[in-house]
């Protein structure tokens, strides 16, 4: 026997019932974008590690351990990209899409990479489906994304918590840096040894601590929300003067901040009370477009975390009738024209490859579900029909293909 292999911890082959369901989410997305106008977009899984470490920011865990990096042959460090937003944003600029019009939506699927712990619904590669609006400051642009994660959610049939925050801007998120580092310095006894390194950092991200005592410290904390500046509460306000207008069903939350630095105003994150995790997760970043070198520029957006989806959506029934050709004797080429004219009538069909009795070839038809079972024998040949034999009821009866 020779060597044998297995994929990398966290890599997983997508195959069957699974697969099913990653088709029936994407192609249900996908839909809905469709409906909502988004335009595809395809961009590489590989950038310079600088376009994620600029972005997501150099003090977050995905960029601080999670990313997969390494030189190209000219020592120049390249990652696979562990999410869509940063590489859009470079697209959206290198190839001056601001130029075109005054706005833009777009969407885009595919593999992300992260160097995570593995465990249920978390994987080192796992696919994402997202969204991105580039050129709309108001609030509706933010509340017709979140109708379009609710639609998503009811259409697969998903319970989640839409759960919102505003993280404010640059004029009124330092005042509330200022409240929240003087907070934590406070009950620095009670955190997690990297909440005491990350709050001078990143105070923002200790609120987003998966520790239970970290959580329990915070739980006084200051809150975003009451910081906010004129427009940005005005912001926050009309979002949600919207969302109800559209009965969008959400939950403020204080303390979402994100695992992404780029986030400004509107956060929101999905979550599944069955997996306790974010399912669905977005928010705006009205500075990044400005900071990769484009025109300033507002934007937003959310990813569609597929794995954690299919954790949630039942398999998908068959929506096509299946037809199991069997021939008997020397027929094979009859048999073959038949297979050929059901195909062209746009059916579905299986050629069977395996010898032996009607019992058998029958049983084999069972197991692949097939709904028909089209019996070709020397009489069927000479009379040139087939005998199509229904496998939920065993009725049969003698037909022309053509009529079938
Ligand atoms: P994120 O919250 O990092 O946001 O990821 C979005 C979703 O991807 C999560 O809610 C989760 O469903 C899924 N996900 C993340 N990590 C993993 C993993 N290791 N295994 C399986 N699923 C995972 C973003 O990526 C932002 N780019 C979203 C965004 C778009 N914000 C604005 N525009």
């Known amino acids: 026997m020779g060597e044998t292999f297995q994929a990398p911890r966290g890599f997983h082959d997508i195959l069957g019932s699974d697969l099913k369901k990653f088709r029936k989410i994407t192609s249900t997305v996908r839909d809905l974008l469709r409906r909502y106008n988004f335009e595809e977009i395809i961009t590489p899984v590989v950038e310079f590690a600088k376009v994620?470490?600029?972005?997501?920011?150099?003090?977050?865990?995905?960029?601080?351990?999670?990313?997969?990096?390494?030189?190209?042959?000219?020592?120049?460090?390249l990652a696979l990209r562990p999410e869509g937003t940063a590489?859009?944003?470079?697209?959206?600029?290198?190839?001056?899409?601001?130029?075109?019009?005054?706005?833009?939506?777009?969407?885009?699927?595919g593999p992300m990479f992260r160097y995570e712990r593995p465990q249920t619904g978390r994987y080192r590669q796992f696919h994402q489906i997202g969204a991105e609006v580039f050129g709309i400051a108001d609030p509706h642009a933010d509340a017709e994304l979140l109708k379009l994660v609710s639609d998503i959610l009811?259409?697969?049939?998903?319970?989640?918590?839409?759960?919102?925050?505003?993280?404010?801007?640059?004029?009124?998120?330092?005042?509330?840096?200022?409240?929240?580092?003087?907070?934590l310095q406070g009950v620095a006894p009670n955190l997690c040894k990297d909440c005491i390194d990350r709050k001078e950092r990143n105070p923002l991200r200790v609120l987003d601590?998966?520790?239970?005592?970290?959580?329990?410290?915070?739980?006084?904390?200051?809150?975003?929300?009451?910081?906010?500046?004129?427009?940005?509460?005005?912001?926050?306000?009309?979002?949600?003067?919207y969302l109800k207008a559209l009965e969008v069903p959400f939950r403020e939350n204080y303390n979402l901040v994100r695992g992404l630095d780029y986030y400004t105003r509107t956060v929101f994150e999905a979550v599944s009370p069955k997996l306790g995790s974010a399912i669905i997760a977005g928010g705006r970043y009205d500075y990044l477009v400005e900071e990769f070198g484009g025109p300033p520029t507002p934007a937003l957006g959310f990813a569609v975390g597929v794995e954690r989806l299919m954790l949630l959506v039942e398999e998908p029934q068959r929506d096509y009738e299946l037809f199991f050709v069997i021939p008997f004797g020397e027929v094979h080429a009859y048999a073959l024209k038949v297979a050929d004219t059901l195909?062209?009538?746009?059916?579905?069909?299986?050629?069977?490859?395996?010898?032996?009795g009607l019992k058998k070839q029958l049983e084999f038809a069972d197991k692949i579900?097939?709904?028909?079972?089209?019996?070709?024998?020397?009489?069927?040949?000479?009379?040139?029909?087939?005998?199509?034999?229904?496998?939920?009821?065993?009725?049969?009866?003698?037909?022309?293909?053509?009529e079938i």
Do not use: W
């Not at 259409?155 to 409240?179: D, M």
């Not at 070709?376 to 009866?397: F, N």
């Open 154 to 183: 009811s259409e697969l049939n998903i319970e989640a918590v839409l759960e919102i925050n505003s993280l404010g801007c640059k004029v009124c998120r330092p005042a509330y840096r200022e409240a929240l580092l003087e907070f």
């Open 343 to 356: 195909r062209k009538k746009g059916k579905v069909v299986e050629f069977s490859y395996r010898r032996g």
């Open 52 to 77: 994620f470490e600029r972005s997501i920011g150099e003090a977050t865990d995905i960029v601080g351990k999670e990313m997969f990096v390494f030189p190209d042959r000219k020592g120049r460090l």
């Open 209 to 241: 601590c998966k520790v239970q005592t970290c959580q329990e410290a915070v739980r006084e904390a200051p809150k975003m929300v009451d910081f906010l500046c004129d427009d940005c509460r005005k912001h926050y306000e009309k979002l949600k003067e």
């Open 369 to 402: 579900r097939a709904d028909y079972a089209v019996i070709i024998g020397e009489d069927e040949l000479k009379e040139g029909v087939v005998t199509l034999k229904d496998m939920r009821t065993g009725e049969q009866k003698k037909v022309k293909p053509e």
């Open 87 to 109: 590489g859009v944003v470079r697209a959206y600029i290198q190839n001056k899409l601001y130029a075109l019009r005054p706005y833009h939506k777009l969407f885009y699927e």
